[in-house]
Structures are given as structure tokens and as C-alpha cells.
């Protein structure tokens, strides 16, 4: 999958570019909207957590310090003698997952907070009153859909594609 970047200039605009795309056949919940705070989006797919924060990244490094630090307890518990008295490689898989799990939790709740980077080219256009719109779409289709919002909608802008988004968002 491959994320499609399009700033618009109003609500009006984006209502018809989502309904070209549902056309389309690209699915509502692949299409995410940002805007300026307080702007009345109406019936559009509004951009949730996930798309307007650090959450997901967040969660990755999370996942990945947490397990590492997890694993390297267990590894020093079986090096103490006498400390480790179940398996060793037990403790230590428990212990990687155990910090990857509370890693993933602590550092979710700070990524909530955090707004996300990817978004930090936008905010000017944002504050303007423009609308990002944010399109999934699978590789093999980027060309055609950037194509036909192009094409049916000139007054939209293609603001690049992000090479690779998360599978779960």
C-alpha cells in the first residue's frame, strides 16, 4: 500500500473527490481528511489517531526497544548463578515479550500525543483552510488514482506519496 498525499482547497471540492474515488473503488476507510480545527467536515472520512499522530511509530519503536530490553534482562537473569530457575530460553522469550508488550503500551500513549511528522509539511496550507487528503491505495494503482483526481479535480494538488504505510492502520 502506498499513501497519496492532495491538498484541496475547501469541504466542497474534497466531497467530490471522495465520491470520484468511492467510484473508484478505493474504500472509505482509505481515505482520511485533515483539517484546521473547528472546520465542519460533513460527511467525510475524517483522518483518526493514527493518521494525525506519532501512534504508530511510536508503537514500532516501542515493540522493538521494549523487546531488547526485555531480552537483555533475561539474559543477564540466566548469567546470574543460581537466579534462573526455570528454562533459560523461556525466561528470556518471556522476558522479550513481556518488554515488548510494555513498551509498545508506554510508548503508544506517548505517541497519541504527539502530532505526527509526516503532517509537518502541511501545517501551513492547514492553517490557510486547506484540506489534506490522505488516499491508501495499492501500489499498482498510485499512477491511476493520482491520474483521475488530477484530471477530474485540477484545483487538487498532488503532494507526493509516502512509500510504504502500516498494514493496520
Given at each position: 500500500?502506498?499513501?497519496?498525499?492532495?491538498?484541496?482547497?475547501?469541504?466542497?471540492?474534497?466531497?467530490?473527490?471522495?465520491?470520484?474515488?468511492?467510484?473508484?473503488?478505493?474504500?472509505?476507510?482509505?481515505?482520511?481528511?485533515?483539517?484546521?480545527?473547528?472546520?465542519?467536515?460533513?460527511?467525510?472520512?475524517?483522518?483518526?489517531?493514527?493518521?494525525?499522530?506519532?501512534?504508530?511509530?511510536?508503537?514500532?519503536?516501542?515493540?522493538?526497544?521494549?523487546?531488547?530490553?526485555?531480552?537483555?534482562?533475561?539474559?543477564?537473569?540466566?548469567?546470574?548463578?543460581?537466579?534462573?530457575?526455570?528454562?533459560?530460553?523461556?525466561?528470556?522469550?518471556?522476558?522479550?515479550?513481556?518488554?515488548?508488550?510494555?513498551?509498545?503500551?508506554?510508548?503508544?500513549?506517548?505517541?497519541?500525543?504527539?502530532?505526527?511528522?509526516?503532517?509537518?509539511?502541511?501545517?501551513?496550507?492547514?492553517?490557510?483552510?486547506?484540506?489534506?487528503?490522505?488516499?491508501?491505495?495499492?501500489?499498482?494503482?498510485?499512477?491511476e488514482i493520482e491520474h483521475a483526481v488530477c484530471a477530474l479535480h485540477p484545483l487538487a494538488r498532488p503532494e507526493g506519496v509516502e512509500p510504504d504505510i502500516p498494514a493496520f492502520p
Amino acid at each position: 500500500m502506498r499513501r497519496l498525499y492532495f491538498l484541496v482547497p475547501d469541504v466542497e471540492l474534497a466531497s467530490h473527490i471522495v465520491d470520484a474515488l468511492l467510484v473508484a473503488r478505493v474504500p472509505e476507510h482509505r481515505i482520511h481528511v485533515v483539517a484546521r480545527e473547528g472546520t465542519e467536515l460533513g460527511n467525510l472520512p475524517e483522518a483518526g489517531l493514527a493518521q494525525k499522530s506519532d501512534l504508530i511509530p511510536a508503537i514500532e519503536r516501542g515493540i522493538g526497544l521494549g523487546g531488547a530490553t526485555g531480552t537483555l534482562a533475561g539474559l543477564v537473569a540466566i548469567a546470574i548463578p543460581g537466579g534462573a530457575v526455570i528454562s533459560a530460553g523461556a525466561l528470556v522469550l518471556g522476558l522479550a515479550l513481556a518488554g515488548g508488550t510494555a513498551g509498545a503500551w508506554i510508548s503508544s500513549m506517548i505517541g497519541v500525543s504527539v502530532k505526527s511528522p509526516r503532517l509537518e509539511p502541511f501545517e501551513q496550507a492547514l492553517e490557510r483552510g486547506e484540506l489534506l487528503m490522505m488516499v491508501d491505495v495499492p501500489k499498482e494503482r498510485v499512477a491511476e488514482i493520482e491520474h483521475a483526481v488530477c484530471a477530474l479535480h485540477p484545483l487538487a494538488r498532488p503532494e507526493g506519496v509516502e512509500p510504504d504505510i502500516p498494514a493496520f492502520p
